[in-house]
């Protein structure tokens, strides 16, 4: 499964509250990361998946599985989640984006993917 985006929510699901830390390396195909024991939102059915471990290899889901089975990398990155949500990023189809700045509040809310709808030059730098 290919990463488009993934958000890690750090509250009880409150929409919005997304988390990132900008100054963390981005993973590398040897290196692994591994969410513990998280509610992960698929998007195959309405459902959720609780107590999970998902182990993440370069930009590949190398793993999904119940906390009780799921084998963790020994040189995995270990993120613990008990009581957080995991899920796919959201997508935005129809942006007008005039400042680039704006994009962060994207990533703020959940949002990994634009489609902007303005053909300015200067939007693409």
């Known amino acids: 499964m290919r990463i488009i985006g993934l958000i890690w929510l750090l509250t009880s699901g409150v929409p919005g509250s997304a988390h ?3 100054s963390a390396p ?3 195909a040897a290196r692994a990361i591994a969410f513990i024991d998280v509610n992960v939102v698929p998007m195959d059915s309405d459902r959720v998946l609780e107590h999970q471990i998902v182990v993440i ?3 590949r889901i190398a793993a999904i599985g119940p906390s009780s089975t ?3 990398p020994a040189e995995a990155t270990r993120v613990e989640g008990h009581g957080k949500w995991l899920m796919p990023g959201l997508v935005d189809m129809h942006v007008h984006l005039n ?3 704006d994009g962060a509040l994207y990533v703020a809310n959940g949002v990994t ?3 902007n709808m303005w053909g300015f030059p200067e939007t693409l730098a």
């Open 99 to 101: 400042d680039p700045d």
């Open 20 to 22: 990132a830390e900008p």
């Open 113 to 115: 993917t634009i489609r």
């Open 26 to 28: 981005a993973p590398t």
């Open 70 to 72: 799921t084998a963790v």
């Open 57 to 59: 290899r370069g930009d």
